[in-house]
């Protein structure tokens, strides 16, 4: 009887032991007309990402995921397709996290910097981003989002890495309302003294990405879909883009 107990004990903990690491595990699922990233137009198609990740953490604070997206079609004769991995420790208030971006859309297939497994520093396609962001206060949310890529494909023409590095603020104008309004600047530079990477890469600092975002639940088939409108502008680049997104799950 009493071993009886201690397996069924057992079992029990490994049950509920699993069923933690299940809720730790998720994933999401995205749509958007275009894809912008920090005054960047990635690509001027549209496209769907997925974020797989898994929180190391009860709290889900510290996940671990991959982020993919790809191209619904070929935009000037080009497939997009993007692949990353991350580590990130997230609060409502503040986060921290690392990235290795590898984005092969429009290399030469033989390429070293079309070889996913390649990490050499001068002639590898993935680049390392440290970032961070920090929202000031409760009554006063801004926000300050800051990222510098640090190793891999940011180099300069004499193969140097470059230090790109973006700096920018968001601020919720209205929130909480049936649409909601966010405003955001951002500017860039190279911490090697260069350009970087988010401009036109002939200025040491530039205005990068200026624009506004506004978001509301649309109902469809009696299910609310969150979906966001978003203006942006990069002055340095001279380019403007419109974008529509939503998130399915």
Known sequence: MKKTLILLATFISSI????QEIERLNFNLSLRSNHLWRGITVTDGAMTDVDIN??????????LGIWGGIGLGDTNGQHYHEINYYLHYSTEKWGVGVWDIFNS???VKDAKDNDIWNYDHKTSGHRFDFRAYFVFCESFPLKLDYGTSFYGDDRNEKGDQRWSTYTGLIYPIVKGKAVDLDIFCGAAFGLAGKSSFYGNEKHDFDIVNAGITASKDVTVLGYKLPVSA????????????VQIATSLF
Request: aromatic fraction near 14%; charged fraction near 30%; proline fraction near 3%.
């Open 16 to 19: 509920s032991l699993y069923s």
């Open 54 to 63: 898994y929180a190391l953490d009860n709290k889900k604070y510290l996940k």
């Open 105 to 107: 859309t429009g290399r």
């Open 230 to 241: 978003t203006a942006m502008w990069n002055p340095s680049r001279k380019e403007a883009r």
